[in-house]
């Protein structure tokens, strides 16, 4: 006999399904963990309400320069020495 799945059988609805999603995992998690860590290293500290702040000056910025959906954005990153 096999244990039945939690959710097996039920029809997905807006009640009991979300897919999830990086812009839907940020958001959830700055208001379930808003002061808990999601960034650590070294002595940088940042909530996970920090980091949606971030995100969002971040995607405000790019809309400033103009970047729409389906442009390409790169960065480049420099190892932090100390």
């Known amino acids: 006999m096999t244990a039945k799945k939690p959710m097996e059988g ?13 812009i839907s ?3 959830r998690s700055a208001v379930v ?3 808990r860590p999601s960034v650590v290293y070294g002595d940088v500290r940042y909530t996970w309400g920090e980091t949606l702040r971030r995100c969002i000056k ?12 389906g442009d ?4 480049l990153s420099l190892p932090v020495t100390r």
């Open 10 to 22: 039920m029809i997905r609805c807006s009640a009991n399904y979300v897919p999830l999603t990086p």
């Open 25 to 27: 995992f940020l958001e």
């Open 33 to 35: 963990y808003r002061d």
């Open 58 to 69: 971040l995607a405000s910025a790019l809309d400033g320069l103009g970047v729409s959906r």
């Open 72 to 75: 390409v954005v790169s960065q």
